[in-house]
Each structure stands twice: as structure tokens, then as C-alpha cells.
């Protein structure tokens, strides 16, 4: 059964960093893209970043380039978003999923979600 657990949401300071985890089991990892999108209340959900296994290549949203940064490690099935700078803006539910193949930032191309991590950018 596949599995895709966040964590590493909280609240922060306008200015402040959190690393997003999300753990993922019962599918073979590297075959599958990655991405972390978001949803803040009523807005639609956003991609904010991709990353392929096969080459490696990544997507960032325009509102994110620069702050964040996406990574995995295989071995431990874990893909994270590394946030910097943060700002109120990005105050919202991220959720991360998991697609065969090349990554998308569409969120109706993803087969496996997770429950989502709250963050909170405020002071």
C-alpha cells in the first residue's frame, strides 16, 4: 500500500525557514516524480515544486524561486522542501505526491497524495 507521510509544518515568523519531509513507502521510489504543492484557504491548489527521479530536474513556482529548494534521498524515501524566507503569502496546507515518471506541476496528473502539513508564516 502506498504511503506518503508529511511533516515539518508549524508556525514561523515572516523571515523564518522550515523543512517539509515527506516520507514515502510501498512503491518503488525512484521511478516516480515527486511535488509539493499547496492550498490556502479559498485558493486553488498550487504547484510550488517538482523533482524528477530520472534526471533529476526540478520546478519551482515564480512565487518560490530563490526561497526554496527541493531534494530526495533514496535511501531514506524522503523527498524534502527546504523553505527560506518565508512570508505570510505562503501560509497554507502542502502536500506532497507522487507520479510515475517525469514530474508535472498539475495536480491531476499525481496517483498518490498525502494528508498535508499545515505552515503558517505570521508574527
Known amino acids: 500500500e502506498v504511503h506518503l507521510v508529511e511533516s515539518g509544518g508549524g508556525l514561523v515568523q515572516p523571515g523564518g525557514s522550515l523543512r517539509l519531509s515527506c516520507a514515502a513507502s510501498?512503491?518503488?521510489?525512484?521511478?516516480?516524480?515527486i511535488a509539493w504543492f499547496r492550498q490556502a484557504p479559498g485558493k486553488e491548489r498550487e504547484g510550488v515544486s517538482c523533482?524528477?527521479?530520472?534526471?533529476?530536474?526540478?520546478y519551482y513556482a515564480d512565487s518560490v524561486k530563490g526561497r526554496f529548494t527541493i531534494s530526495r534521498d533514496s535511501a531514506k524515501m524522503t523527498v524534502y522542501l527546504q523553505m527560506n524566507s518565508l512570508k505570510p503569502e505562503d501560509t497554507a496546507v502542502y502536500y506532497c505526491?507522487?507520479?510515475?515518471?517525469?514530474?508535472?506541476?498539475?495536480?491531476?496528473?499525481?496517483?498518490?497524495w498525502g494528508q498535508g502539513t499545515q505552515v503558517t508564516v505570521s508574527s
Open positions: 523533482l524528477s527521479s530520472s534526471d533529476g530536474s526540478k
Open positions: 505526491a507522487a507520479r510515475r515518471g517525469f514530474y508535472s506541476d498539475v495536480d491531476h496528473r499525481y496517483d498518490y
Open positions: 510501498g512503491f518503488t521510489f525512484d521511478d516516480y516524480a
